[in-house]
């Protein structure tokens, strides 16, 4: 997604695609791994398990854009296009519509260790990246970049939720209870748990049109998520008119926002 304001910086990469990280930032990235690999266990989708083997991110250093990409280009033709830590939304729908997901190539500093406003390369590779290596999902994706290419600003806030709700904080029924698939939940310890045991959040079955008329805030833990039954719900989404849906809601009211203001 795209964020008004960081405080990071993206680091530069050269002519190979390689970033320069720091031991620091090596270490922060292991402490990070480590610990979500524990937690995501029976709470993130056997697709996102799957991709997360297929990738077979490295613990002790922070993985370059083009190692992965490497996997994602061998699966569904995908690719991680390094980018500044800020990008307009012409330029995410573009990539998207590419078939390049992008990441801010910064990792946070400890300080920010358990939540981070802004995606960084943790949330972007371990959080998004396994999902990308799925059909449904990343024929999904590459759809929703196409739509934002020809929406109005109106139409961008609606398909951002749809995004949010999918991409960022989906969750999923299967038979062994409801999973996580989004980036935004699986790429962070507290909503990881919080999202599939807890009793406070709203679980509803996915519907596009609500969805499309839920606000959400970023900085707190989602009182609402959105269960697919299985992906090809998000592939039999792709099929459909989705922009004569979000034009059917400018008739209707948002919802009353399921947070504080």
């Known amino acids: 997604m795209v964020y008004n304001e960081t405080a990071y910086v993206s680091k530069p990469v050269d002519a190979k695609g390689y970033a320069d990280y720091t031991k620091e930032e090596d270490s922060v990235w292991h402490d990070l791994i480590s610990r979500q ?10 697709e996102y398990i799957h991709g997360l083997k297929l990738l077979n991110l490295p613990q002790d250093r922070v993985p370059q854009c083009h190692e992965v990409s490497k996997v994602l280009q061998e699966t569904t033709g995908w690719a991680l296009e390094p980018v500044p830590a800020l990008i307009p939304f012409e330029k995410f729908f573009t990539l998207l519509a590419n078939r390049r997901f992008p990441a801010a190539t910064f ?3 400890r300080e920010d260790f358990d939540y981070i406003k802004e995606p960084d390369l943790f949330h972007e590779i371990f959080g998004h990246s396994p999902m990308l290596t799925n059909p449904a999902y990343a024929q999904y994706a590459e759809h929703y970049g196409k739509l934002g290419l020809s929406a109005t600003p109106a139409e961008r806030v609606k398909l951002a939720r749809l995004f949010w709700f999918t991409v960022e904080f989906g969750l999923i029924e299967t038979p062994a209870g409801i999973r996580a698939y989004g980036g935004g939940i699986l790429s962070s310890i507290e909503e990881t748990v919080y999202s599939i045991e807890s009793t406070i959040p709203e679980r509803r079955p996915f519907d596009v049109i609500d969805a499309l008329l ?3 805030r970023i900085d707190i833990k989602q009182p609402i998520y959105f269960v697919i039954k299985n992906f090809n719900q998000l592939f039999e989404l792709a099929e459909t008119d989705l922009m004569a849906l979000v034009r059917k809601t400018n008739n209707l009211h948002d919802h009353v926002p399921p947070h504080p203001c």
């Open 37 to 46: 690999q524990k937690i995501i266990i029976n709470r993130g989708c056997d």
């Open 107 to 109: 990792i946070r500093t």
């Open 214 to 216: 839920t606000p959400y």
